[in-house]
């Protein structure tokens, strides 16, 4: 997995936390090969591979399903491991800036411990499905009291080849202020880091703290396949 590794710490992060800071969001070039990319696909079928599947009609999260992989693959493990140390700058910096005493530390095995000393055992990261009339309503990932505040998604299908429709929907609301919506086309590969409950928008009196929700648009055709790449654990 040394490739994920140095396409990772090859990245420009002062660069990608700026644009994060500014737009709410950033977008990274493709981290892992299509034959790693193609290989989680493959898995969205084979059950074993996941500790829950959720149908999302049956919820009214949208419509689609999705499952938290049990034990995620290598690709799915390394990028987590080798994202975490970068987020975890930005992350305590959107804390600073809102605040905040809480600080992450520099490993995502050190993070780990702390979500299971807060009872947050289950590994979250998860393979996502939708068909043509599919999507996700805007939602927050949030399974028990502590969270990390940035989360990360990668585009596994080709948009125009694979499925039309399927943008990556954000949603900001600030106190005072009408909610700001944000469509994102990914392309196939890419990756978008986004807040994961809330982050810090200058105001007319200092920062505020805006709260942050994502989902996908509706799917016009085909299947779109999406990998979520979530740091905390859930309870």
Not at 39 to 51: H, K, N, S, Y
Not at 135 to 158: K, V
Request: charged share 20%; with cysteine.
């Amino acid at each position: 997995m040394n490739d994920i590794a140095e396409r990772i710490d090859a990245l420009d992060w002062p660069a990608i936390a700026d644009a994060f800071t500014a737009d709410g969001f950033a977008i990274l070039p493709p981290l892992l090969s299509p034959e790693a990319r193609a290989g989680l696909i493959a898995m969205e079928t084979d059950d074993a591979a996941f500790r829950t599947r959720v149908v999302m009609e049956r919820h009214r999260y949208g419509v689609g399903r999705y499952g938290y992989f049990a034990d995620p693959p290598p690709p799915v493990s390394e990028m987590r491991r080798r994202l975490y140390p970068h987020l975890a700058a930005m992350a305590n910096a959107m804390m600073a800036a809102l605040g905040q005493d809480v600080r992450y530390p520099d490993t995502l095995a050190a993070f780990l411990d702390r979500c299971t000393a807060a009872g947050q055992t289950k590994p979250t990261p998860l393979l996502l499905r939708y068909e043509a009339g599919g999507h996700n309503r805007l939602h927050q990932d949030l399974y028990g009291p502590l969270a990390f505040p940035i989360q990360a998604a990668m585009l596994l299908s080709e948009p125009g080849r694979d499925f039309t429709g399927g943008e990556f929907l954000l949603a900001e609301t600030a106190p005072r202020q009408q909610t700001r919506g944000e469509a994102v086309r990914l392309s196939l590969g890419e990756t978008i880091l986004f807040p994961t409950a809330e982050r810090p928008v200058p105001g007319a009196r200092g920062m505020l703290r805006a709260r942050m929700r994502h989902g996908v648009s509706t799917i016009r055709s085909g299947e779109r396949y999406t990998l979520g790449v979530i740091f905390h654990n859930a309870a």
